[in-house]
């Protein structure tokens, strides 16, 4: 028997409510809170798809800690510990753990898309291997929004989230900015300028929370947000860059 205490409550405020639950060999907090359902709460409120650590609904803080219901184990806790589950903190509660996590989506609709090359078309394209490989890594982000909700810039702060995407959608431009192909410049969108100006990555000191708790190990800081920032400051301190601006300001 395992002791759980599960946040229960909506919009408008609850609290914690305590179980005594059975747990089985191998089992993760997700098969808990279905036994709860099974059992004892009927209504209890859940967000999941996969149990399989590749949907990123079920994301939940477990002792504190942003994490996948799915993928935690109730092994790695001690027999006599209290697991507490509650919702993720820096978004809205829809009802007991399920969140409004549509923060998100918008931030992910102000990121445009990659641009494909005029000159070129399917097939065509090539890249070095280093290249496919930093997508790559980015591109295994299940968007389960941990990273989004443990970030300190919004996690107790709802006035920045208007000004922050956060380090999901930063990987994004990130990723796009390094991208040998993307057209974007030639579109006329600036990348590192938006990301900077738009989306805040100035508010981001890289203290790596985010990494921390990425249930797909992509290094968020050191592979994605810090490279962009040295991209926005490399452009910023470039004195042909510099040079073009003065002129360009001129002849306005
Ligand atoms: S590294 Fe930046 S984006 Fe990541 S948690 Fe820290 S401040 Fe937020
Ligand atoms: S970067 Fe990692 S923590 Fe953030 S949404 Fe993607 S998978 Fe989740
Ligand atoms: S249920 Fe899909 S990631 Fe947990």
Redesign the pocket.
Known sequence: MAHFRVWRGDADGGGLEDFRVEVHEGEVVLDIIHRLQATQASDLAVRWNCKAGKCGSCSAEINGRPRLMCMTRMSVFDRTETVTVTPMRAFPVVRDLVTDVSFNYAKAREVPAFVPPAELGPGEYRMQQEDVNRSQEFRKCIECFL?QN????VRDHEENKAAFA??RF?MRIAELDMHPLDAAPQAGLDRKGTAQDEHGLG?????????EVCPENIK??DNA?IPLKERVADRKYDPLVWLGNKIRRRGQ
Do not use: A, E, Q, R
């Open positions: 990273c443990t970030c300190h810039v956060g380090p930063l508010y981001c000191n890289i203290t790596k929370c985010c990494t968020i800081t947000l």
